[in-house]
């Protein structure tokens, strides 16, 4: 089979000739149909995240397939079906704190990293193979358009910190990084959820503006202005009432300074969920007050990716059109032209742009 190689970190991807994976038992084989390219691939590849993947590798976070093999322990797949393709890899021997790889992407920790050595190959590949777990059946409705459908691989961020902090309907939520890709992610799935206000703090007027054509009045724009007390302030003024929780997705660039900020809008007993990238590069810390916290009964929760039981419902949201894919702003790449799909995502990464790699479409 074909598939994009990262031989070296800074090297462009190689696309050539590799062994067809095998699947083994509880193992999946698929066709890979669609795999979303993440607007930050280029600082992967270059080595400037500093993940920990082991070149060679082939990169690539999931993506929509069609099933080729299975292993016994399937008993509900069937070879054909059209499926969503989780790269958030768990082990299987410890159920209460088991390591976690994402494959062809990074890992936490020792056993992680062992399990990305074993699963290590993502999906920017004609064929790729995966735990039967990992494999999530997906409606007839997304046979029209595989494509699009690799956005779940962007929803199911969010919508996993969501389901964490237990946002429940009629609450208001503040999102912190809500002009970018996962932020704005993350407020079309709370919508769809049912929140009643999304605060959605940002710098950027123009990307503000489209949340606000997007999803109406529901949706509270906040124009930040480098101001600290203004820009503390702003956000409880916009939801004219208490928030009741905030999630914050902002870059490893973005000061903790603002994640502070935006934590501390939340109401006594409120929850904040952290599942962005400050703080990864160096920096200041978080530091949020220990009084304050104690006092107002404030929750604080982190949450790397998302757990399994989160796919199903997500998966469900999507085909019922809660959560629409529509107006997303597509463009595919064949597998041939991957490092010019890196650069356009890197170049598109603002809301609801969706770059996409369609490696078996020849």
Not at 6 to 11: D, E, I, R, S, Y
Not at 192 to 204: E, F, L
Not at 294 to 305: E, K, L
Request: charged share 20%.
């Amino acid at each position: 089979m074909r598939a994009a190689t990262l031989t070296a970190f800074g090297a462009p991807l190689t696309v050539q000739e590799v062994p067809d994976p095998r699947a083994g038992g509880g193992e999946v084989l698929v066709e890979v149909c669609a795999a979303g390219v993440p607007p930050y691939a280029a600082e992967v590849f270059s080595g400037g995240r500093k993940y920990p993947l082991e070149p060679p590798v082939v990169p690539g976070t999931g993506g929509v397939g069609r099933v080729v093999t299975l292993g016994p322990d399937a008993t509900r797949l069937r070879v054909g079906d059209l499926v969503w393709c989780d790269c958030t890899v768990r082990s299987r021997d410890d159920a209460l704190t088991p390591d976690i790889a994402l494959q062809g992407w990074s890992s936490r920790g020792e056993g992680g990293a062992g399990l990305a050595r074993y699963l290590h190959d993502g999906a920017f590949a004609e064929r790729m193979r995966l735990p039967t777990e990992n494999v999530f059946p997906l409606p007839p409705e997304a046979e029209e358009d595989p494509a699009r459908w690799a956005s779940l691989g962007i929803y199911a961020i969010p919508y996993g910190g969501l389901r964490a902090g237990g946002l429940e309907a009629g609450e208001t939520l503040l999102v912190s990084g809500a002009t970018g890709n996962l932020g704005s992610a993350a407020a079309a799935a709370a919508l769809a959820m049912g929140a009643g206000r999304v605060i959605a703090p940002g710098r950027d007027r123009a990307v503000l503006g489209l949340l606000a054509e997007r999803f109406g009045a529901r949706v509270r724009p906040v124009e930040l202005t480098g101001d600290r007390a203004a820009d503390t302030a702003a956000p409880s003024a916009a939801a004219a009432g208490p928030i009741d929780m905030a999630i914050d997705l902002l870059p490893p660039a973005a000061p903790a300074a603002a994640t502070r900020a935006a934590a501390m809008t939340v109401r006594e007993y409120g929850r904040i969920v952290l599942m962005g990238g400050v703080g990864m590069l160096g920096g200041a810390d978080l530091a949020l007050p220990y009084p304050w916290l104690m006092r107002n009964s404030v929750t604080v929760r982190g949450q790397w990716m998302y757990p399994r039981s989160t796919l199903p419902g997500l998966i469900r949201i999507l085909a019922s059109g809660t959560l629409g894919l529509g107006a997303e702003r597509l463009r595919t790449f064949p597998l041939d032209a991957v490092n010019e799909a890196v650069s356009y995502a890197a170049a598109h990464g603002g809301p609801f742009d969706r770059t996409v790699l369609t490696p078996a479409a020849g």
